[in-house]
């Protein structure tokens, strides 16, 4: 279905990832993903009445989508300390990418990118979220603007023709459940997804996610640059 071999372009310690296999269904192309966390916007955020600073962190999985079926490529993580008046723009503490190329058969392939934010505190949950990309079939989104909920698995994204080249803003369950409802360690802020089609001349471009509690108290928006 979606993946004949994969491989990383970003990490030393880069490690072959699993495949999925069908019969090929047309002539092998060659589709690759290079992803940059740039930059997060902060225009308001809130650690607690005597928390001082929020420490944001993003979480980011990169998907091959096809078939009703997910595949995770690559996974990183984002962590920033902003300082100063807000609103303020601050780069990630340390260099953020991740990426893959890969040989595919499936002429219905896409790229899915879901990001998730948090508020850092212990940073356990934060690195249980990190793991749970790993098995996209146990979370599931629907678009924060939808009146009738209908949660879609990651691998169903495609299939329900999402919106292409921009961030959907998403409320995000984890076996079921919201994730806000599975954090005690770290704050849940939001999660978007980035819907990306594979059958393009490869480009550049700088996608702006977005992420805001009900409260407003955290409202903040990230910058990616994608090549794809």
């Not at 030393?12 to 069908?22: N, V």
């Not at 690759?32 to 809130?46: Q, R, T, Y």
């Not at 990183?76 to 300390?81: D, E, Y």
């Not at 059958?199 to 640059?225: C, E």
Request: overall charge neutral; charged content about 25%; glycine content about 6%.
């Amino acid at each position: 279905m979606l993946v004949e071999e994969t491989a990383f372009t970003n990490r030393q310690d880069a490690m072959r990832q699993p495949t999925l296999r069908y019969a090929p269904d047309r002539a092998p192309m060659n589709v690759s993903i290079a992803i940059e966390v740039a930059a997060l916007e902060v225009v308001a955020g809130f650690d607690g009445l005597l928390g001082g600073k929020p420490e944001p962190a993003l979480v980011l999985g990169a998907y091959a989508v096809g078939r009703g079926q997910a595949v995770l490529l690559d996974r990183a993580m984002a962590r920033f300390l902003p300082k100063g008046r807000f609103p303020l723009t601050v780069s990630p503490v340390e260099p953020a990418r991740l990426g893959a190329r890969l040989v595919s058969q499936a002429e219905d392939l896409h790229f899915v990118l879901l990001v998730l934010a948090f508020e850092e505190d212990g940073g356990k949950d934060v690195r249980a979220f990190y793991g749970a990309l790993e098995h996209p079939h146990e979370l599931s989104v629907f678009a924060s603007t939808q009146t009738e909920v209908s949660p879609l698995a990651v691998g169903e994204i495609r299939a329900a023709k999402w919106p292409l080249d921009q961030a959907t803003p998403v409320d995000l369950l984890a076996e079921g459940s919201p994730a806000s409802s599975r954090c005690s360690d770290d704050t849940f802020i939001g999660a978007s997804v980035l819907h990306l089609s594979t059958r393009r001349r490869p480009a550049t471009s700088l996608y702006r996610l977005p992420f805001r509690t009900a409260d407003r108290r955290n409202d903040w928006t990230a910058f990616l640059r994608i090549t794809h």
